[in-house]
């Protein structure tokens, strides 16, 4: 069976620190990773997205990935009070099929 | 962008009554979309891979008969909870496969509570 794990959290960092949340995932098949938010109530909303080794930069955020430790991992720089939500990992195997969803990690900034 | 519209956002409904609940992507062709469940504090449970034209693939342990969809369009899926029971109170969000993007493009859910 597919899964995809998280730590639960809370997470909680004070504002201006930096954030990591960690992802492992079993299916060595997976070719697509991402990186969801979601605030309470809400749908998630894409934050990052990546599909290759490496660290991938966009702004505040660095996604990184491993596919030979089969981890993938989100970097959250100069965290914000407005950054506290549930960031939920995503894997899929090919264009078209589900996404494979963790539980999600609470991120918790404090002012 | 990609926009995917989910209506209704929220729904009561009595115990035994039907509920049906629409996905539609605005300004793409989904051939694929998928409706996922999460209860509190729980992770997004994908419930079955609507397809158009097509009989939905549900996952298992969900119930078909239940969980009626219809993909009839290439821009509209809709999922129908029939006999809803307060253990079916949750939070459903569609998503839709755009066909020139790898991740998926989300509704804003919708917030089934049955009374």
């Known amino acids: 069976q597919k899964e995809v794990e998280q730590n639960s959290g809370p997470l909680s960092v004070p504002e201006g620190a930096i954030a990591s949340l960690n992802c492992t995932y079993s299916?060595?098949?997976?070719?697509?990773f991402f990186w969801y938010r979601q605030y309470s109530g809400k749908s998630p909303e894409l934050i990052m997205s990546?599909?290759?080794?490496g660290d991938k930069e966009d702004g505040r955020f660095t996604a990184q990935l491993n596919k030979a430790s089969q981890y993938v991992s989100l970097l959250i720089r100069d965290s914000q009070p407005s950054d506290s939500a549930t960031y939920l990992c995503a894997v899929n195997n090919q264009a078209g099929t589900a996404l494979i969803f963790g539980k999600g990690t609470t991120l918790s900034v404090s002012s | 962008g990609a926009v995917v519209s989910q209506h209704p956002s929220r729904v009561i409904c009595k115990s035994g009554t039907s509920v049906k609940i629409e996905c539609r992507s605005l300004?793409?062709?989904?051939?694929?979309m998928f409706w996922y469940r999460q209860f509190p504090k729980q992770s997004l449970m994908l419930m079955a891979t609507?397809?158009?034209?097509?009989?939905?693939?549900?996952e298992q342990g969900v119930e078909k008969d239940k969980f009626l969809i219809n993909h009839a369009s290439l821009t509209l899926s809709t999922l129908t909870v029939t006999s809803a029971h307060p253990e079916d109170s949750s939070f459903y969000i569609c998503?839709?496969?755009?066909?020139?993007?790898?991740?998926?493009?989300f509704g804003q859910g919708t917030r089934l509570t049955v009374v």
């Open positions: 300004d793409f062709q989904a051939t694929t």
């Open positions: 609507s397809n158009e034209g097509s009989k939905a693939t549900y």
């Open positions: 990546i599909y290759s080794n």
């Open positions: 998503s839709a496969q755009h066909p020139r993007h790898t991740e998926a493009f």
């Open positions: 299916d060595r098949g997976s070719q697509s």
